[in-house]
């Protein structure tokens, strides 16, 4: 079987597993990340935007973060090539993007100096950071380029959907560092 077919396989499964158990696990997640956040501020002092995203059915709903953590965010936007860029996410009105998800499209793209991490939603991901997602490719493509490389970037995955086994891998997949679910806050060293 072909990475294509394995990938549209690992989709369906994981899909289903994350629909079921998203319910019960969502509002950990979150608290799991705002403790990362906190931690993660302690740290590093954060003078930069946080890349979080609008969720699409089924993903960790993350934007009540924006009201609760005083810290500015940063919303996706894909163009109609799956290029990906990131815009402060203000309190202007969002326009759609080209796979219609709502975005601060009026707001400039930021550079990857302006963003200290990236939270994105996943249907999975393995052990070595490799992240299924639903296809189009566009944070593999974003974070392919040598200037997002160096922006932390991490999964917001139910724990259900840890892959025990290595997810299927093609070469422009960009491992991610880690992930955050219901139970802890994993970071992969590379």
């Not at 935007?49 to 993350?62: M, S, T």
């Not at 939270?119 to 593999?140: E, H, N, W």
């Not at 392919?144 to 139910?158: F, G, M, Q, T």
């Not at 299927?168 to 060293?189: A, M, R, S, V, Y």
Request: charged share 25%; aromatic share 8%.
């Amino acid at each position: 079987m072909n990475q294509s077919k394995n990938k549209k396989a690992a989709r369906i499964t994981f899909n289903k597993l994350r629909q079921e158990h998203l319910i019960h696990s969502e509002a950990h997640i979150v608290n799991q990340v705002k403790l990362y956040l906190k931690e993660f501020y302690n740290k590093n002092k954060l003078k930069t935007l946080i890349g979080i995203y609008w969720p699409l059915n089924g993903e960790v709903d993350l934007r009540p973060l924006k009201e609760s953590i005083k810290q500015p965010f940063a919303l996706p936007a894909c163009n109609g090539k799956g290029e990906l860029t990131y815009h402060r996410w203000t309190n202007k009105l969002l326009r759609k993007d080209s796979y219609g998800i709502p975005a601060p499209l009026l707001e400039p793209p930021l550079k990857p100096s302006e963003i200290s991490l990236l939270m994105v939603p996943a249907l999975a991901i393995d052990r070595k950071g490799t992240r299924l997602g639903y296809g189009g490719g566009c944070f593999d493509r974003l974070r392919k380029k040598s200037c997002w490389k160096e922006v932390k970037a991490l999964a917001i995955v139910p724990n259900i959907c840890i892959s025990k086994t290595l997810l299927p891998k093609d070469d422009w997949d960009i491992p991610f560092d880690g992930w955050i679910n219901e139970k802890e806050t994993f970071q992969i060293n590379h």
